[in-house]
């Protein structure tokens, strides 16, 4: 197993530009998640997902569209980047929603300039 | 949601054990205490949780006093691998919006 992955590692954009990040995962979990996670700070939830064809908002939606199309994947959208949306991006997925042991992936370095 | 305060930073020397404080006085009755950590700039790794009772795995234990208002975790034997911010959560159960605070800096010294 992979667990789960993070498409790309790194980005640099410039601002107004656009970028989609792709989480996948391969334990089947129905749960997926968006954190970013700034300079010496914890995570932020930016938005989730219960479940195929589902999303909802966490802590700081804004600037930010996601798509859950395939229970695997979970895309999260940035339309029209922003310097404040230099960040790093965590990707986690879980089994349900009264089970909080999140698996993380790498991580996404974005670099808005 | 119940707020956690827990020290910026800690040391501890290889060998012994690790003892993280989290103090949550403003628990729930239905909020579990959930421990994650991230080293250096990896994704957050689970380690523990539980809601009224000590439990231990084969990473750590989890202590919570009886009052619920703070909990204690404990690495038994820390290693230079555990060196990690260590993050102590409060989530009420079905809530999905999980916060992590700034946490608490482990340096495990040789």
């Known amino acids: 197993n992979a667990g789960v992955t993070q498409t790309p590692k790194f980005r640099v954009l410039k601002t107004g530009q656009s970028m989609t990040l792709l989480c996948a995962q391969d334990?089947?979990?129905?749960?997926m998640y968006w954190y970013r996670q700034d300079p010496g700070m914890g995570l932020r939830l930016i938005h989730y997902s219960v479940g195929e064809g589902t999303t909802a908002k966490g802590e700081v939606p804004d600037g930010y569209n996601v798509s859950r199309l395939k229970k695997q994947n979970f895309l999260l959208g940035l339309e029209s980047a922003a310097p404040s949306q230099t960040s790093v991006y965590f990707c986690?997925?879980?089994?349900?929603?009264?089970?909080?042991?999140?698996?993380f992936g790498p991580g996404t370095r974005l670099t808005v300039t | 949601d119940a707020k956690t305060t827990q020290p910026p930073s800690m040391d501890c020397a290889e060998g012994r054990a690790a003892n993280l404080p989290c103090n949550h006085s403003?628990?729930?009755?239905?909020?579990?205490v959930y421990w994650y950590r991230q080293i250096h700039s990896q994704g957050p790794q689970y380690i523990i949780h539980g809601l009224k009772n000590n439990e231990t795995n084969e990473m750590a234990s989890l202590i919570i006093t009886e009052d619920r208002k703070s909990s204690t975790l404990i690495l038994p034997h820390a290693t230079l691998r555990d060196t990690a911010v260590y993050y102590c959560i409060v989530i009420p159960r079905n809530n999905n919006d999980m916060r992590f605070g700034a946490g608490t800096r482990l340096t495990v010294k040789p």
């Open positions: 986690a997925s879980s089994t349900r929603s009264d089970n909080y042991e999140q698996y």
């Open positions: 334990m089947n979990h129905e749960y």
């Open positions: 403003t628990i729930s009755g239905n909020e579990y």
